[in-house]
């Protein structure tokens, strides 16, 4: 466990940083697709 | 109705002589299939015994079908009333669907007398007697759903009366029945993580085949009332402008599945830990799929719903049904069996390509003999709302 690929590759809690990511990003994502949207 | 005048009755047509020469092409192959045995026409063998016909006619099929329950759970269960112009369309394709599927099993299995065996002695253990139940209850429901539209064209004021009563009910048992078989398609290939690549297996399959059901179903409701209001102009009972609105609806739900379903997908990677495979060419081919037929579509949906553009959603729903078709095939058969020496390898027949086209095409031709007579993409004069 000594280097980032290790890290990625040697165990799993590379899925709650990757949980974590999807959450945040699902709010952007929601803006941009509703922003005009709502505008209107 | 439309504007559109209805056009003058011609028999030879371009798609008329396309369907006429499949139809006479797998006339011989049909015969072959059931008089010389499955392997007269496939390339399959004992490594091998999934090919193209489970993964296209039946995978993929059932997934493309999902548009019934979808549509029917919006517009009856959520009262989304702005859609109900394509919920009977929808039911409709849903409905042939399955029935093709399950020609599509019969040519696969063979010996169709074998049949009731499933319900006389039910593996009541098995994913497959679920699917199999599931299937046949569904395509029942599915009928029932849309028999209102049949006893308007006979006239049946009374039976009409009956299936619109009862539509609720079987709205609410067909999303029960596909929720579960949806996902119980994929759920059969927990039994073989030592066969399917680990890119595409994992404990969560059935989630995935379940979501990606309903982003299917809605790619294919939206680019079938493309194709209806192109060719069928005529019978469709609402103008461009509002279904560019329903368009746009089904554009903005389908981003949010293919979003939600690519992030799922991703956290399946992690999860089973499988990320040293993305560097293999078939890590590489599971990206094509993932970033060439999820997220792409799942962008260009979210540029198109943004900027209000119906022709952009339909090009991403027709690369949504790509993307499932492709999907189907990897887990039935592309990505199974991965680690087979390369001479004992698959790849399907012409005769199989032929005989999927054969259902593909009746499935079109018997929809357009339904839809130019029974009320399907419009309202009957002697009824009002469709439901």
Known sequence: ?40 | MSDSAVPEKKWITPFNVFAAVVFVVSLPLIYLRWFHGIGSVTNLNQDVPWGFWIGFDVMAGVALAAGGYVMATAVHLFGMKEYEPVVRPAILTGFLGYVLVIIGVGFDLGRPWNAPHMLLQPGLASILFLVGLHVGLYCTTQFVEISPALFEWLGWKKWRKIAVSITLGATIFGVILSTLHQSALGAMLLITPTKLHPLWYSPFIGLFFFVSSIAAGLAMVTFEGMLSHKFMGYRVGIDQDRLDRITLGLGKATCITLGTYFAIKLLGVAHGHTWHFLGTPMGLWFLVEMLGFVLLPCVLYLVAYREQRPKLVRFAAFITVMGIILNRLNVSFIAFNWQLPHDKGYFPAWTEFWISMLFVTAGIVIYRWIVSRMPILDNHPDYGSIH
């Open chain 1, 1 to 40: 466990m000594e280097t980032l690929l290790d890290y990625i590759f040697e165990t799993k809690k590379l899925s709650y940083i990757v949980a974590l990511i999807l959450m945040i990003g699902s709010i952007p994502f929601w803006r941009f697709l509703t922003e005009r949207e709502e505008k209107k």
